[in-house]
T-cell receptor, first 115, second 113 residues
Framework: GAGVSQSPSNKVTEKGKDVELRCDPISGHTALYWYRQSLGQGLEFLIYFQGNSAPDKSGLPSDRFSAERTGGSVSTLTIQRTQQEDSAVYLC?????????????FGDGTRLSIL | QQQVKQSPQSLIVQKGGIPIINCAYE??????FPWYQQFPGKGPALLIAIRPDVSEKKEGRFTISFNKSAKQFSLHIMDSQPGDSATYFCAARGANAGNMLTFGGGTRLMVKP
């Protein structure tokens, strides 16, 4: 597809379990971002990848959250020992590069529900 | 700490009306201000964006007004239509911030037929 693809679209899991969320950016986009959107709230930045540079992890809320990007393309966001407050929509975006004139294109997100 | 404050949280207008959504920011290092439109179950989509060196930008029925001295910017939707019913987010990017966006809290707009 031409857009950012995220999977799964929905995930329900029990508290304490680990989850992995996947993002396929637009082909050729070197910058990739993860955001979290809690119910009725704005988007909260989590982590940013640019090419082969070290990621900007400044938005990760705790050490239970981690992300990697293999081969400069697909990214996986992992949440360990999930808590109920982790319930949210996790959105991935990509852009051609880090330049401010490059718009971020968002996927439709993964809706995560922690029981 | 919310660096971009958006108001109102919700807005209802009649078809043809001109909804106005306002945002205010604190960080003077912000240098790019996009607006995103989000429909239920979908990711945000870029609508229009402005830089602080201009005071107004129009794209179709959407206009951004920017007041650098007041650190405020707003979105106007001309001749609003029921299909414009969505949640709108303003955002801001800081120079040297790696293109990371700081978002406002969102405005849920309903345009009545």
């Amino acid at each position: 597809g031409a857009g950012v693809s995220q999977s799964p679209s929905n995930k329900v899991t029990e508290k304490g379990k680990d989850v992995e969320l996947r993002c396929d950016p637009i082909s050729g986009h070197t910058a990739l971002y993860w955001y979290r959107q809690s119910l009725g709230q704005g988007l909260e930045f989590l982590i940013y990848f640019q090419g082969n540079s070290a990621p900007d992890k400044s938005g990760l809320p705790s050490d239970r959250f981690s992300a990697e990007r293999t081969g400069g393309s697909v990214s996986t966001l992992t949440i360990q020992r999930t808590q109920q407050e982790d319930s949210a929509v996790y959105l991935c975006a990509s852009s051609r590069n880090r330049g401010s004139n490059q718009p971020q294109h968002f996927g439709d997100g993964t809706r995560l529900s922690i029981l | 700490q919310q660096q971009v404050k958006q108001s109102p949280q919700s807005l209802i207008v009649q078809k043809g009306g001109i909804p106005i959504i306002n945002c205010a920011y604190e960080n003077t290092a912000f240098d790019y201000f996009p607006w995103y439109q989000q429909f239920p179950g979908k990711g945000p989509a870029l609508l229009i964006a402005i830089r602080p060196d201009v005071s107004e930008k129009k794209e179709g029925r959407f206009t951004i007004s920017f007041n650098k001295s007041a650190k405020q910017f707003s979105l106007h939707i001309m001749d609003s239509q029921p299909g414009d019913s969505a949640t709108y987010f303003c955002a801001a990017r800081g120079a040297n911030a790696g293109n990371m966006l700081t978002f406002g809290g969102g405005t849920r707009l309903m345009v009545k037929p």
